[in-house]
């Protein structure tokens, strides 16, 4: 048994697991912030009473999602000595901030909401919600930018077989860093945008608190519009980002194996990679490809045989993650808008209503996917062109990997099946009263 491999497994399970709650977690503290300031606005308790069904949802996925994150940092330890060695110093650095700063201004205050109800004014009560979701957001920036200097080193030089941090703020602050930010947490709003339409839809559809998931719903629709909209220009944005900074993931994200210039774009491509070619590819667009990667219809684009096999990412894997991705992108862009023009009749739009309820998971699938293209596009580097993945890893047996791997996925599992339990009880319930 491979450890590099099987411990690249148990970090995907782990990351991916984790990552089913990170987005909602970053989305719904807005949507509650909003909820409760509309409460302290206007006086009318069923705003109130809509903060503290959404606000309940909201701390027990923001319960799990910490004690998923926690353990992602163990495997920095334990099964990536070599990575922890040679970069710790600086991704070191970046996420010893994020757990002091944002991470404990988040916890401490959630606290204070979750108690401070009829202890605090409401404007203080409500300020705490807005800490929250300002934390949450900040804490998200952190691990984006060590994230990010993984896809695109910067700020540091090899010094003693090691990289030392040289230029803290050229770290923090490159564009790869803030455009994957916004990015990511575009995707988390949508996220939370499309729960809480799904819940309200289902709510509606057995006319159950009509008056508040309808004000849940619109508010969660005109979210998730924005957002949605948003999500389609960071992305077209991040994706030339990244033509000139990996190309080689750009070339496996569309299967393009020749450097051309005018490159066309085939809407449906079955990639090839054991022949390093396309089985098949229809609806071509003619030099479209170069349009979307660098902005300009006659630029050249590299293909994937400008680079040996063994700088090359998995194609086929990356590429339907980004199709999907994509195609699952301007769905909600499509969603949303009906929605706009349903707003004011939900009621009377039954099939809308069980499309947005059936459509809860997509955005899951959306953020889990782009993740997917961001990790393992980056590969083979752990640190892109620094360290290879394969010599990253720790002096541990395969079989020891395999056991932790095996212990993750039953004990993940079982707090899945708890969180899941307890989320989707209290979503079918519905609001107590206040």
């Not at 984790?18 to 719904?28: A, D, E, K, N």
């Not at 090899?158 to 602050?173: H, N, P, Q, Y």
């Not at 090839?272 to 396309?278: A, S």
């Not at 009621?347 to 997509?362: D, K, W």
Request: glycine share 6%.
């Amino acid at each position: 048994m491979d450890p590099i491999l099987l411990s690249r497994l148990q970090f995907a399970v782990a990351t991916l697991f984790h990552f089913i709650f990170v987005p909602l977690t970053l989305g719904l503290a807005i949507l509650v912030a909003i909820m409760e300031t509309r409460y302290v606005q206007t006086g009318n308790p069923e705003y109130k009473k809509m903060t503290k069904f959404w606000g309940h949802i909201f701390l027990i996925n923001f319960v799990v999602g910490v004690v998923t994150g926690i353990t992602l940092e163990f495997q920095f330890g334990t099964n990536w000595a070599g990575y922890s060695k040679y970069v710790g110093d600086i991704f070191g650095s970046i996420l010893a901030i994020e757990a002091t700063v944002a991470f404990f201004l988040e916890s401490t205050f959630i606290a204070v909401w979750f108690f401070g109800w009829n202890r605090l004014k409401p404007k203080a009560h409500a300020l705490c919600i807005w800490l929250v979701a300002i934390a949450s957001s900040v804490s998200a920036y952190w691990i984006i930018a060590a994230n990010a200097w993984m896809q695109h080193p910067v700020g540091y030089e090899i010094r003693g077989g090691r990289a030392e941090l040289t230029d803290f703020l050229s770290v923090v602050t490159q564009n790869y860093a803030i455009m994957n930010f916004l990015h990511t947490i575009f995707s988390g709003y949508i996220v939370a945008g499309f729960f809480v339409m799904g819940v309200s839809a289902y709510h509606l559809l057995r006319k159950n608190e009509i008056s508040l998931f309808t004000k849940s719903f619109r508010m969660a629709l005109a979210f998730s519009l924005i957002f949605s909209i948003g999500e389609v220009f960071m992305g077209d944005i991040t994706g030339k980002e990244m033509t000139i900074l990996q190309p080689e993931k750009t070339a496996a994200v569309e299967s393009h194996w020749e450097t051309k210039k005018g490159v066309d774009f085939s809407m449906f491509v079955i990639p090839d990679e054991k022949n390093e070619r396309n089985l098949v590819e229809w609806f071509k667009i003619p030099k479209f490809m170069s349009y979307i990667t660098k902005g300009d219809w006659n630029a050249e684009v590299l293909g994937l045989k400008a680079w040996p096999v063994e700088d090359r990412p998995p194609v086929t894997l990356v590429f339907f993650a980004f199709r999907i991705m994509v195609a699952l992108g301007f769905l909600f862009v499509l969603l949303t808008v009906i929605g706009w023009f349903k707003r004011n009749k939900l009621e009377s739009s039954p099939m809308y209503l069980r499309i947005m309820l059936y459509s809860i998971p997509l955005p899951y699938i959306a953020a889990l996917l782009g993740w997917i293209v961001t990790e393992v596009g980056r590969q083979p580097w752990i640190v892109y062109r620094v360290l290879r993945t394969m010599d990253a890893g720790s002096p541990i047996a395969g079989s020891q990997v395999a056991v932790s791997l095996a212990a993750f996925i039953i004990l993940y599992s079982l707090l899945g099946i708890i969180a899941f339990f307890l989320i989707i009880r209290h979503a079918k319930h519905g609001p107590e009263p206040v």
